[in-house]
C-alpha cells in the first residue's frame, strides 16, 4: 500500500525534489554547489517576495527560530509574543529560556492575535520586537499577518515571523508588508523532507544582530549572513537537501506564486465545505489554507478515526496537541496535494466516520467535486 | 564526467544509503518511523561500541560540539581543551562563546594533544571537563583517545571527543574506554550526506545535563535523550537522512566494525606508502587513518594541483586550513572509498604532481599498487 501523508508537515515529497535530491552530490566548496546556492537564493527570494538576503539553516524551523531570537532581541529586552497554539506559544518558551522580558498576549487557542492587541501591548509596553505566528499549526488559525506588520511597525518594533506553514500556502509579501524577518521550513509548501529551515533578514534586522551580545555559535547569523553573496555557510550544510531546495522552489517559481496560493485557497475550500457537509465546524474562526482543525463530535473518537484510516488506507492525518489532544482531528492539505487527493481525502475522513456511527446529513462526495469544480476564476487551469 | 570525492567530508554516498534516502518518506509519528529509529539507535550503538542512549539532531557535526558544551558544562565552569588544528580549537571557540572558564593546552598545528600534557593542565586546574578532537581533519592526526580518556577520567574530569571524522575509520571503543560523549556526523566514514549528527551520553553525562542552567532550547539535550527509549525527537526529525543513517550502519555492521577499522588503516597505509615514495612528508608524524595532510613543496602550487586534478579528472581533494592555507593538500580516504579509488587517487595526484614539473623519485603507481595487495593479515578479502 502506498502511504497518503496529509499532515501539516512532513509532507508529500515533491518528484522533482526526490530526483534533485538524489542526484550525484558535489562537495561544498565546489563552483557547481555555489552556483546552486546561489540560485537556490534568487528562487527563494521569489518565494519570499524580497530582495532581502536569506540565510539558510541545517536545522529544523525551531533551529530558525532559535536563531531569530538568539540574534534579534538582546537578554532582558521587552519583546511581545501572543499564546493560543502550539507553536505561538514556542515564541514564549524560546524568548524566556534566552532570558527576554517576555509580554504575552492571552488568547484562547484557535484564536489568532488580532491588530488591535499587538498594537495595545506594544504601546503599553514599549516592546520592541513582536514575534508572530503566522499560521498556526495546532489549530488551523490564520492571523492578520500584514496589518499586524503595520501596527508594530508604527509603533518601531521588529517584526519576526513564524512563517513555516503559511510560505507558500498564503500570500506573504516579504518586502511590502516590511517584515523585518521570516523563518521557514523545509517540510511544507516546500514538498521536501525536514532538516532544512531559512530565514530573510531585512537592515533592521541585520543592524540588530550585530552588534547583539547574547552568546551563541551554531546560529550565529553574522557568519551565515556574510556568507550569503558567495554561495557559502559557516558549517556544511546538508547538501543533498539544498539540491532539493532548488528543484522546489524551481516549481513554485514555475507554477507562480499567485497560482500556487489560489491553489491552496481552493483546497481548503473544498476541505472547508465538505466539513461544513458533515455537520462538523472547524477550530479556527480564520481558517489557515494549509492545515484544516475539526472539532470531533463527543460520542466519537478523534484518535479512532485516526487509526481507522491509517489502517484501512494507510491515510495519515494529524491529532490535536495540547489543550486539544483527542477532541480533534487536522486535515493537512499544502504542499505537492492535488484535487484528487483532496477528494480521497474528504471521502475516506467520511467513511471513517460512518465507520464510528456517525450519520452525515448529506453527502460529502457530492459537496468536495462540486467545491473543486469552481475554481478560483484567476486560477489557471492545473 | 563523474565526480570524485576524495574529501574528508562531504565522502561519496553508499550506493545503499541513497537507495534508503529515495524510498517513501514516512511521517515522524508513524510505528513505521519510530521502528526506523529505534533500529538506527542500537546499530548506532554497535557503530559507537557502547549501550549508552545516542541522540540524534538535525544539524552539521558543529551543532553537536554546541549541544555538548552547553548541557554539559556550566557557565565559569573550567575546563580544558587544545590548540593545533581548525576542529580542536573550535571546541575553545565554543567554550569561550558560553562563558567557560577555558584553559588551552597549545599546541603546533599537526601535534595532537598528548595524555601527558591533558593530565599535567587537568591537574594543575582542577578542570573538571577535557574536550579532545579525536582526528584533527585539517592537519590529519590522530591523538591517543584511550590514554587521554584514561588520565582524564583518573583526575575525575568528564570526556567530551569530537569523533566526528574517526567514528568508523578508527578503533573507538565508547565504553571499554569509558568516554562520556562521544559526537558524530553524518557525512564522513557514514557514507551520508551532511545534515545530521549525533552524541552518545554516558551516564555521567546524563546527570551533568539533568541539572545545567545554561540557556538552551533546540540543543537541550534533555527532551532529546527523554525520546530516545521511545524513538521519537522533540523537534522533526531530518526523515529521509534518519533512513540513510540506518542503511549506513547496517553497511558498516555488517562489514563488521573491525574490518571497516582495518579496511580504513590498509588504504591510509597505501596512501602514506605513495607520499613516501614521491618524497613528500606528511604533515602530522600520529596520522589519522581518515585523511593525510601532505606537505607541497614551495616551488610548487597546492591551489594549482587541486585545481589540476579537479579540472582534468573531476576529483576532488581539499587544500589547507588555517595557517596551513596554501601550503598542503590533504587527501580524504574515509567513507565509500575502495582500493580502485585509492589507486586512481595516487595516481591522479602523481600527475598533477608532474604537471608542474615536480620529478618523483620512484613510481607512485608501483608502490601503492603493492602495498593495496599486503593487506592486513586479520582483513578479510574486500
Chains 1, 2 share one sequence.
Not at 539558510?56 to 538582546?74: D, F, I
Not at 502550539?86 to 514564549?92: I, L, Y
Not at 477550530?283 to 472539532?295: D, E, F, G, L
Request: net charge neutral; with cysteine.
Amino acid at each position: 500500500m502506498k502511504q497518503r501523508l496529509f499532515t501539516p508537515g512532513p509532507t508529500p515529497i515533491h518528484e522533482a525534489v526526490a530526483r534533485s535530491m538524489a542526484a550525484a552530490m558535489p562537495h561544498h566548496r565546489t563552483e557547481e554547489f555555489i552556483e546552486c546556492m546561489q540560485r537556490t537564493q534568487q528562487l527563494l527570494r521569489r518565494v519570499y517576495r524580497t530582495e532581502d538576503p536569506i540565510v539558510l539553516l541545517s536545522s529544523s524551523g525551531t533551529g530558525a527560530m532559535e536563531a531569530a531570537v538568539v540574534n534579534l532581541t538582546r537578554p532582558g529586552e521587552t519583546v511581545v509574543h501572543a499564546s493560543g497554539g502550539k507553536f505561538t506559544e514556542r515564541w514564549g518558551e524560546l524568548l524566556r529560556v534566552f532570558g527576554r522580558d517576555v509580554r504575552e498576549i492571552p488568547m484562547n487557542w484557535g484564536e489568532p492575535v488580532t491588530p488591535e492587541s499587538v498594537h495595545d501591548t506594544v504601546r503599553k509596553t514599549h516592546a520592541t520586537a513582536v514575534f508572530v505566528t503566522h499560521s498556526e499549526t495546532s489549530t488551523g488559525a490564520l492571523c492578520d499577518l500584514q496589518q499586524i506588520a503595520r501596527v508594530a511597525r508604527d509603533l518601531g518594533a521588529l517584526v519576526v515571523v513564524d512563517a513555516i506553514t503559511s510560505l507558500g500556502a498564503h500570500r506573504l509579501e516579504t518586502a511590502q508588508w516590511k517584515l523585518d524577518c521570516v523563518v521557514g521550513g523545509s517540510q511544507k509548501a516546500f514538498m521536501m523532507p525536514p532538516g532544512l529551515a531559512f530565514l530573510s533578514l531585512g537592515r533592521k534586522a541585520q543592524e540588530r544582530l550585530r552588534d547583539n551580545p547574547t552568546p551563541r555559535y551554531y546560529f550565529d547569523l553574522r557568519p551565515a549572513l556574510d556568507g550569503v553573496p558567495t554561495g557559502q555557510t559557516p558549517w556544511t550544510p546538508a547538501i543533498s537537501l539544498v539540491q532539493g531546495l532548488e528543484a522546489a522552489c524551481r516549481v513554485l517559481v514555475d507554477e507562480g506564486l499567485e497560482q500556487v496560493w489560489l491553489r491552496h485557497q481552493d483546497h481548503a475550500d473544498a476541505v472547508r465545505a465538505g466539513v461544513e457537509a458533515l455537520g462538523l465546524r472547524t477550530v479556527s474562526q480564520r481558517p489557515s489554507n494549509a492545515v484544516t482543525a475539526v472539532w470531533i463530535p463527543e460520542d466519537l473518537s478523534a484518535d479512532g478515526l485516526r487509526q481507522w484510516m491509517w489502517e484501512t488506507f494507510q491515510i495519515k492525518i494529524a491529532g490535536g496537541q495540547g489543550p486539544l489532544r483527542g477532541r480533534i482531528v487536522r486535515l493537512g492539505h499544502l504542499g505537492a496535494i492535488d484535487e484528487a487527493d483532496i477528494l480521497l481525502l474528504m471521502t475516506a475522513f467520511e467513511r471513517a466516520l460512518i465507520q464510528q456511527g456517525f450519520r452525515p446529513p448529506r453527502s460529502v462526495v457530492d459537496v468536495v467535486a462540486e467545491r473543486l469544480q469552481r475554481r478560483s476564476p484567476a486560477r489557471s487551469t492545473p
